[in-house]
């Protein structure tokens, strides 16, 4: 398979721009429209890498953005999404839903059969199966919505919460440490397994290249399991802030995790995000040998990783990646 020139929407964020990087590096053309070309400045100054500020959602516009493409990739996601309109909210069905299809449907027009699409760990095969959050059941319906297109060779990637030197995640908990003298946990008990962004973006181009992954879904995940709890407290100690961890309980979890999602900007933790804490973020079974990785474990790799400043950690990071 081994396509040359991809497009990958969603190539700005935070997997997106590991992703991109490592396909250039490797001499492929790639094509990352955004929504606003800010949100990929590090990505212009990559050789064969092009930025477009489009709106994917128009219509053609997909469609054009295809010409010349091999291989599409989506890694379109959102973690917060008001309720209406579909069980899962409007948002969520754009983002999760109606997207994937379009830029699917656009592809097959544009005679681009190979796609990976990036959806989450916790999604299943099993179209009865009951998700607890509407994230997970709009990433379902979006895994779904693929499998009915007849002709797309599509692979499925379904991570755990995926880490790294520039992720939102640990950072976030870093930061928080930082400045509050104690930390109050919503769904502390949940189980993740990290997994490395450099991973997720290696294992993506091995199955994108890989004929026997069309048609498959893959979970991808580190070798540890962590509660939430943990993480945070792990967070704090590589940072070099360590404080107490509080388990909130849901009774009263949930009402804060409301009036977050009120309040301007994106909400810390939504009740959305507490259900999807509901479901163990922990893979099913050993990771796909065809997924190509031997992932990197966040204990050892994270000392290094989260203390120091943000500048120290990147270059480190850009050293591991031998960039
Ligand atoms: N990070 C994790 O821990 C994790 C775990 C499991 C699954 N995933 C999944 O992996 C994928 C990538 O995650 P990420 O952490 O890299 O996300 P991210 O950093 O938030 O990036 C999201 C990307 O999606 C684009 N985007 C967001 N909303 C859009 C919309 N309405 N229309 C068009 N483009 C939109 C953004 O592009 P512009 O702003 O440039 O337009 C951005 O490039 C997502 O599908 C996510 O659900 C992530």
Same mark, same amino acid.
């Given at each position: 398979?081994?396509? $040359?020139?991809? %497009?990958?929407?969603?190539?700005?964020?935070?997997?997106?721009?590991?992703?991109?990087?490592?396909?250039?590096?490797?001499?492929?053309?790639?094509?990352?429209?955004?929504?606003?070309?800010?949100?990929?400045?590090?990505?212009?100054?990559?050789?064969?890498? *092009?930025?477009?500020?489009?709106?994917?959602?128009?219509?053609?516009?997909?469609?054009?953005?295809?010409?010349?493409?091999?291989?599409?990739?989506? %890694?379109? =996601?959102?973690?917060?999404?008001?309720?209406?309109?579909? *069980?899962?909210?409007?948002? /969520? #069905?754009?983002?999760?839903?109606?997207?994937?299809?379009?830029?699917?449907?656009?592809?097959?027009?544009?005679?681009?059969? @190979?796609?990976?699409?990036?959806?989450?760990? =916790?999604?299943?095969?099993?179209?009865?199966?009951?998700?607890?959050?509407?994230?997970?059941?709009?990433?379902?319906?979006?895994?779904?919505?693929?499998?009915?297109?007849?002709?797309?060779? &599509?692979?499925?990637?379904?991570?755990?919460?995926?880490?790294?030197?520039?992720?939102?995640?640990?950072?976030?908990?870093?930061?928080?440490?930082?400045?509050?003298?104690?930390?109050?946990?919503?769904?502390?008990?949940?189980?993740?397994?990290?997994?490395?962004? *450099?991973?997720?973006?290696?294992?993506?181009?091995?199955?994108?290249?890989?004929?026997?992954?069309? =048609?498959?879904?893959?979970?991808?995940?580190?070798?540890?399991? /962590?509660?939430?709890?943990?993480?945070?407290?792990?967070?704090?100690?590589?940072?070099?802030?360590?404080?107490?961890?509080?388990?909130?309980?849901?009774?009263?979890?949930?009402?804060?995790?409301?009036?977050?999602?009120?309040?301007?900007? *994106?909400?810390?933790? $939504?009740?959305?995000?507490?259900? $999807?804490?509901?479901? #163990?973020?922990?893979?099913?079974?050993?990771? #796909?040998?065809? &997924?190509?990785?031997?992932?990197?474990? %966040?204990?050892?790799?994270?000392?290094?990783?989260?203390?120091?400043?943000?500048?120290?950690?990147?270059? @480190?990071?850009?050293?591991?990646?031998?960039?």
């Amino acid at each position: 398979m081994n396509p $040359s020139h991809i %497009l990958v929407v969603g190539g700005s964020g935070f997997i997106g721009r590991h992703l991109v990087a490592k396909l250039a590096a490797q001499g492929r053309h790639v094509l990352v429209p955004t929504r606003r070309r800010e949100h990929a400045r590090h990505l212009i100054s990559l050789p064969r890498v *092009e930025v477009i500020e489009a709106d994917i959602h128009a219509p053609g516009i997909a469609h054009s953005l295809l010409q010349g493409m091999e291989a599409v990739v989506n %890694l379109v =996601g959102i973690l917060h999404g008001a309720e209406g309109g579909p *069980e899962w909210g409007r948002a /969520f #069905d754009r983002a999760h839903v109606q997207l994937p299809r379009l830029i699917a449907e656009a592809a097959l027009d544009a005679g681009v059969t @190979r796609m990976v699409h990036m959806s989450a760990m =916790g999604v299943t095969d099993a179209p009865q199966s009951r998700l607890p959050s509407r994230y997970l059941r709009s990433k379902a319906a979006g895994e779904a919505a693929l499998r009915s297109l007849d002709g797309l060779q &599509c692979t499925i990637l379904r991570p755990s919460v995926v880490f790294g030197a520039d992720d939102a995640f640990l950072n976030l908990f870093a930061r928080l440490q930082r400045t509050l003298p104690v930390v109050a946990l919503a769904g502390a008990q949940a189980r993740l397994a990290p997994v490395w962004v *450099e991973d997720v973006a290696q294992a993506a181009i091995h199955l994108l290249d890989e004929p026997g992954a069309v =048609g498959r879904a893959f979970e991808l995940a580190g070798p540890e399991i /962590f509660t939430l709890q943990e993480l945070v407290e792990l967070a704090g100690l590589w940072s070099g802030h360590p404080r107490p961890v509080v388990a909130l309980p849901d009774l009263l979890a949930r009402p804060l995790a409301g009036l977050m999602e009120i309040l301007p900007g *994106e909400p810390l933790m $939504s009740r959305d995000n507490l259900d $999807s804490l509901k479901l #163990d973020n922990v893979p099913s079974g050993p990771i #796909d040998p065809l &997924c190509g990785i031997q992932p990197r474990s %966040l204990r050892e790799a994270g000392p290094a990783m989260y203390g120091g400043s943000l500048m120290t950690r990147l270059s @480190r990071w850009r050293e591991q990646a031998h960039r």
